[in-house]
């Protein structure tokens, strides 16, 4: 597992590509604010915009997933602890005034960005108003 990427990996190089050439500034693997030893791949921090590209095997993905047969009952709790950690840190998030948004590494990165781009565009807008 150490030598799985995870960090800059290909859909997530095509997202940040996309948000940087609409002019959008971020941050890569940003700490989370007030969960210890958590990161977001992409972080608006002053948009309170927190974005995740969920591998399809790591995450479980319900159209990708295939779990491995060997040593399955391992796997399967590995796999359960990974949902239940995006989960917690969705939560914590949000508990904090965040907007969560996730993306499989399957969905087109193009789409993706159009929805992080009009999210970050109305958060911004909304915290000049206040």
Known sequence: MASQRNRDT???LMLRTELRSRGLGYRINARL??????TCDVAFVGARVAVFIDGCFWHSCPLHAVPPKQNAAWWSEKL?????RDRDT???LEEND???????EHEDMAL???VVES???FRRSR???R
Do not use: C, G, H, S
């Open 10 to 12: 290909i859909p997530e």
């Open 127 to 129: 915290a000049k108003t």
């Open 112 to 114: 993706a960005a159009d």
């Open 80 to 84: 359960e602890r990974n949902i239940r």
């Open 33 to 38: 604010p007030n969960i210890p030893r958590r």
């Open 98 to 104: 965040w907007r969560v948004l996730r993306f499989w």
């Open 119 to 121: 999210v970050v565009r």
């Open 90 to 92: 969705e939560r914590r």
